[in-house]
């Protein structure tokens, strides 16, 4: 049977993109972002993930505002990055797992979530970033992606609780699946920031804290926030946090977290990385 | 939606009503073609996509927070900025009224 070995959650910042391409790890500027990957790194050489389930948010690549689906699956082979228009490389492909992505997409209909399917499905910064972090220099041969896009950017978006529930589905389908893999689970993207309005440059620490602190442990407290308050508290953009509750949702087993780094700023954005293990022996949460 | 964030906008379905053409014409400079083609004739190009008259004004005087009003969508936006080698902290200045400079020195503020 497959296992989910645990889940990480990342900043997709696209300047981060840039940074890569021009060596700029070891700069003051990105150093203390860049050095959080080392534990990471070391990680994911241990726990070999040969699937990784990426929840995140399109911006503007694979779907345009005129046909916006709340929640997106893909089925593909393979999954490409494209030109973003915002002058950031483009990424190598990344090969999908069209058993496993189908497995989901059965199982979360069967769970009254009403996804759309994608046969085809570019994906953005949003997806190749966390992977270019986790695995450098595209090392990430061997390991095939089920990309999960969720709408965090045209309003009405769905509930913290509401992505829970999707993550926690998956984890019940992850469970089910048959053949013997080892299953990362990524959520990529904030934390607090916004890139629009009078209020450009809106950072909250103290909440980026008890929203880390909360994920681990006690994901279902976030639950009591609203969309308009969690913008309100993690800026416009912050509401990315979305992919890292539904990351929560898919660690169904007893979960401790082994990694975090937390640094403002890189760009507008204030970057955080989390791994979370993910331990098989608990009782399972009912979605 | 409620729209009583001090400073926010929310993109809700009336934003995104109002600001599909500007949007859609932003979704297009995912081409570098594209982004070549407004280049070359600005107002051809925003005639072709259908802006407001809103909407063209602000993209004529490169104001950010008026395309906002218009319905625009910062990720959008930030495809129409990269064709003048702006950022979203150059745009992030512009709309609060600061320097670059000094937007980026806010930022650092923040972690302290």
């Known amino acids: ?287 | 939606m409620k729209q009583d964030i001090p400073g926010t906008i929310m993109f809700d379905g009336e934003q995104a009503q109002k600001g599909l053409a500007l949007n859609r014409m932003c979704y297009s400079f995912n081409s570098a073609e594209n982004r070549a083609a407004f280049l070359k004739d600005e107002d051809a190009y925003c005639a072709k996509y259908g802006l407001s008259n809103e909407q063209r004004t602000a993209v004529k005087s490169r104001n950010v927070l008026r395309m906002i009003e218009g319905g625009g969508n910062v990720y959008y936006l930030a495809k129409l900025a990269g064709i003048f080698g702006l950022n979203v902290q150059d745009i992030g200045a512009q709309q609060t009224n600061t320097t670059v400079d000094q937007f980026k020195a806010k930022l650092v503020a923040a972690g302290r």
């Open chain 1, 1 to 287: 049977m497959s296992r989910i070995i645990g889940g990480i959650a990342t900043t997709h910042v696209p300047s981060i993109g840039k940074a890569i391409a021009e060596n700029k790890q070891n700069d003051p500027y990105w150093k203390p972002f860049f050095k959080g990957f080392d534990y990471v790194h070391y990680w994911l050489a241990r726990e070999k993930p040969d699937v990784a389930v990426v929840f995140y948010n399109d911006h503007g690549l694979n779907f345009f505002l005129d046909k916006m689906p709340t929640f997106a699956v893909g089925a593909a082979n393979e999954y490409r990055n494209e030109d973003e228009g915002w002058g950031i490389p483009v990424s190598g492909t990344i090969d999908g797992h069209p058993a496993l992505s189908w497995h989901l997409i059965n199982a979360l209909v069967a769970d009254d979530f009403d996804i759309t399917m994608c046969q085809d499905m570019l994906i953005d910064h949003a997806v190749t970033i966390p992977m270019t972090l986790m695995w450098p220099r595209e090392k990430w041969q061997g390991i095939r992606i089920v990309p999960v896009a969720i709408n965090t950017v045209q309003h009405p978006l769905p509930s913290l609780s509401r992505c829970l529930k999707l993550g926690r589905s998956i984890g019940r389908a992850i469970d089910s699946y048959k053949p013997d893999l080892r299953i990362l689970i990524v959520g990529t993207g904030g934390l607090s920031h916004q890139l629009d309005g009078k209020r450009a440059g809106f950072i909250n620490k103290e909440f980026d804290k008890l929203c880390m602190d909360r994920i681990v442990n006690e994901p279902e407290t976030l639950t009591g926030y609203s969309i308009h308050d969690f913008v309100k508290e993690a800026g416009a953009q912050g509401v990315e946090f979305l992919n890292w509750m539904a990351m929560r949702g898919a660690l169904t087993g007893q979960v401790a977290e082994v990694h975090r780094n937390y640094h403002i700023p890189i760009s507008n954005t204030a970057a955080a990385t989390m791994v979370l293990e993910n331990h098989a022996e608990a009782k399972r949460k009912a979605a």
